[in-house]
């Protein structure tokens, strides 16, 4: 089958953010099929930028035919010029997908929740089914963390929000706390299937510690918690700060946050004026970097702002530091708290609680042993299931089923949806 894949911050392995599209489009080529990945220019991606007149640019890369759609992200940018990103790739990614030929089924993955739109119109004119993938529940989780007011502008996110499910033939969900959150709003459970972030075990599979980042960084001898993402400012990254407080009697242990974001100055300036020479800012690395990197270090942290309800999100670092070997402490309630303490790759400090996670992080300094058992064991649950060679297989038993369904019908854009009962 020739899929259509709109994923706007997709990211390669030259860049310092997640790969789960690029990931999965490989071994989805490996299996046979073929795939356009629509998308814009990220700023944790390694595309150039292109002069403002031009719409998009083809790149073929590892066989992937990549529209590059001319519009830029970052998140240091203000809310309105994000919005403006977001609307505006969605109108340049329609007209990308408008000359593509020959596509059997449209794939778009969010966030942002607006790729809803090239994938809802495309869908239409080329009268093809097309599957939504939902990585965050917008508008919802935007509004839980103070993002977003009650208001118009909610009201008119929630519009979206309906407007990109309703002709979904299947809505895919990236944790089972979303999954359990549509079910409770009234979705049909057969349109519904949780398929994970994961990571790609082929990236895992031979890992050396890469010594010399250590050394490079002044960490030898030293007992690493990792964080390894974006700082911004719905990761509460001053929590790890405040952990390092209650650290300060360690000179064996070291923070280390691996990223950068629009609050890094904030964060540096804090551990600065506080004297936290435990805590270690260190710059984003490209991807196929980061597994060596991880293997180097003990313990992965798993940090968010806390907000007034249970996260419903499975972050992909969780499953890049289980493949790493590493032990995860999560700080925020919900379905990745739940998902560590069942599988047994970690465990959940008290939300909030600065002290209870620099406990969290004390332990495992203090019983290595313990801490390699678990990573051991994080890393075997791993491979047996959360590669992303297996989520490739579970997206074409998904897309086979609605193509299935779909050449055995009339109306290629009937609604799978049959109930949407909001219950905010």
């Known amino acids: 089958m020739k899929i259509l894949y709109i994923h706007q911050h997709f990211i390669t392995n030259e860049g310092t953010g997640g790969t789960r599209s690029f990931d ?50 970052a998140n240091e940018q203000r809310p309105p010029m994000r919005m403006w990103r977001f609307f505006k790739f ?3 990614a329609f007209l990308a997908t408008l000359f593509e030929r020959g596509i059997d089924i449209i794939f778009a993955t969010s966030t942002p929740l607006t790729v809803g739109i090239p994938a809802r119109l ?56 979303f999954h359990d959150r549509l079910l409770e709003r009234g979705f049909a459970p057969p349109q519904l ?20 980042y250590i050394r490079r960084n002044g960490l030898e001898g030293k007992t690493i918690a990792v964080y ?7 990761n509460g990254l001053f929590q790890v700060l405040d952990a390092a407080e209650h650290l300060r009697d360690r000179d064996d242990i070291a923070l280390v946050m691996i990223g950068d974001g629009k609050e890094r100055e904030e964060l540096t300036a804090i551990k600065t004026e506080k004297k936290l020479d435990n805590v270690h800012l260190l710059p984003f690395v490209q991807k196929f970097e980061l597994p060596n990197i991880l293997a180097a270090c003990h313990i992965g942290l798993m940090i968010l702002k806390q907000i007034t309800r249970p996260r419903w999100v499975t972050p992909n670092k969780l499953f890049d530091y289980m493949f790493a070997g590493l032990p995860t402490i999560v700080n925020f309630p919900g379905t990745t708290a739940e998902l560590v303490e069942t599988e047994g790759v970690g465990v959940a400090s008290e939300p909030g609680d600065a002290a209870d996670l620099a406990a969290k992080i004390r332990y495992y300094a203090d019983h290595p042993e313990e801490r390699k058992r678990v990573g051991a064991h994080a890393r075997e649950t791993a491979f047996a299931k959360f590669d992303r060679k297996q989520i490739a297989d579970d997206l074409i038993e998904v897309f086979d089923a609605v193509l299935a369904e779909t050449r055995g019908t009339t109306n290629t854009n009937a609604s799978p949806v049959t109930a949407n009962k909001r219950s905010h």
């Open 228 to 234: 390894t993402g974006s700082y911004g400012n719905a």
């Open 122 to 177: 495309a869908s239409a004119c080329k009268r093809v089914p097309y599957v939504f993938e939902v990585r965050d529940l917008w508008p919802e989780d935007l509004l839980a963390a103070g993002r977003l007011k009650p208001g118009l502008m909610y009201r008119c996110w929630e519009w979206l929000e309906a407007f990109s499910y309703k002709r979904a033939k299947r809505i895919l969900l990236v944790s089972k706390g």
């Open 24 to 73: 999965v489009s490989k071994y989805l080529l490996a299996a046979g099929h073929e795939v356009t990945m629509v998308c814009g220019i990220y700023w944790q991606g390694s595309f150039p930028r292109m002069p403002w007149w031009r719409l998009w640019r083809t790149e073929w890369i590892d066989g992937i035919k990549v529209k590059i759609c001319n519009s830029y992200y």
């Open 90 to 92: 969605a109108m340049i």
């Open 193 to 212: 299937k949780t398929v994970l972030l994961g990571a790609d075990g082929g990236l895992f599979k031979s890992l050396t510690p890469d010594v010399d």
